[in-house]
């Protein structure tokens, strides 16, 4: 004789599983759910359970990925609608046919999938060295062939460092540990969670046989952008790329003290400005 209470739990478990492959679909026909739906479904036990969702929306006419409980709508207008469509970066600037470009936290892939929707000719090196968020940035920038994605932080040396990652929903990440523990609440903002690979530019360029690069880009939470820049002192000499920085206030003195030791470098104007933030987008240029 079936054993009722083996039937009843075979029948939860196909009822949770429908339910989780449904959602998983919705998700992807409709693309991102509010920040207030994402608080009302991790009340549903079975979707509390989950580490995460994948979604997707069309961006550059190809299927971008993204984690839907990590990044909500109005998130994600902000990058496209005023980041991206704005070309805060600056990337027009750059006028050769064949442009090489470092992306340096590069998140989900973004700014490296705008790259290659402006110019299909150009080269896009993504670096991210948050797992989670890598598995996304690798499977966003895959339908190119000259996209090139990294699981790495970057430094002033190559090595290892823990990466603490935030508790916010779509912040990231930081490998500096003075940052994660100073900022918001301390520990219980940043939390931390492995070890990650360091490299610094000049080891990446000579590693991956690159040989020039017209545009850097610094995208990097946790105050160290100056630390990147001295690990790329060999890079920014030889190859005198414009250099695309999120710089923190905090840290702005630092950039700027790097860039008049290098010479031959001159901040230009950004039209781009960004509300309310921590950061700004400064752009450093060589001199003519």
């Known amino acids: 004789m079936p054993n009722p209470k083996r039937i009843l739990k075979n029948l939860r478990n196909k009822i949770f599983d429908t339910l989780i492959r449904l959602f998983s679909k919705l998700l992807r026909v409709f693309g991102v759910v509010t920040l207030e739906e994402k608080n009302l479904i991790r009340l549903i036990p079975f979707i509390g359970k989950l580490d995460h969702l994948e979604g997707s929306v069309s961006l550059?006419?190809?299927?971008f990925y993204f984690d839907a409980l990590k990044i909500d709508y109005h998130f994600y207008l902000f990058v496209i609608e005023t980041r991206i469509n704005q070309d805060c970066f600056l990337f027009k600037n750059i006028t050769i046919e064949n442009p090489v470009v470092l992306d340096v936290g590069a998140y989900i892939?973004?700014?490296?999938?705008?790259?290659?929707g402006e110019k299909k000719s150009a080269?896009?090196?993504?670096?991210?060295?948050?797992?989670?968020?890598?598995?996304?940035?690798?499977?966003?920038m895959a339908p190119y062939e000259n996209a090139h994605t990294f699981q790495k932080g970057v430094m002033d040396r190559k090595g290892q460092a823990e990466l603490?990652?935030?508790?916010?929903w779509q912040w990231g990440s930081t490998i500096n540990p003075e940052f994660?523990?100073?900022?918001?609440?301390?520990?219980?903002?940043?939390n931390a969670s492995h070890q990650v690979e360091t490299t610094d530019l000049d080891t990446f360029v000579g590693e991956n046989n690159?040989?020039?690069?017209?545009?850097?880009?610094?995208n990097v939470p946790g105050e160290i952008e100056h630390l990147i820049l001295m690990g790329a002192k060999d890079l920014i000499k030889n190859f005198r790329p414009?250099?695309?920085?999120?710089?923190?206030?905090?840290?702005?003195?630092?950039?700027?003290?790097?860039f008049k030791k290098v010479g031959d470098y001159c901040e230009i104007e950004n039209p781009?400005?960004?509300?309310?933030?921590k950061t700004k987008i400064r752009i450093f240029s060589p001199s003519k």
Do not use: M
């Open 123 to 140: 080269t896009v090196y993504s670096l991210e060295p948050d797992p989670h968020i890598f598995s996304f940035l690798e499977k966003n």
């Open 180 to 190: 994660a523990e100073k900022t918001g609440e301390g520990k219980d903002y940043f």
């Open 109 to 116: 892939g973004f700014f490296s999938r705008f790259v290659l």
């Open 210 to 218: 690159i040989k020039h690069v017209d545009l850097l880009v610094l």
């Open 242 to 258: 414009q250099v695309t920085i999120s710089v923190y206030q905090k840290n702005l003195e630092n950039v700027t003290a790097f």
């Open 272 to 277: 781009y400005t960004e509300p309310q933030s």
């Open 164 to 168: 603490y990652r935030t508790n916010l």
């Open 60 to 63: 550059f006419g190809k299927p």
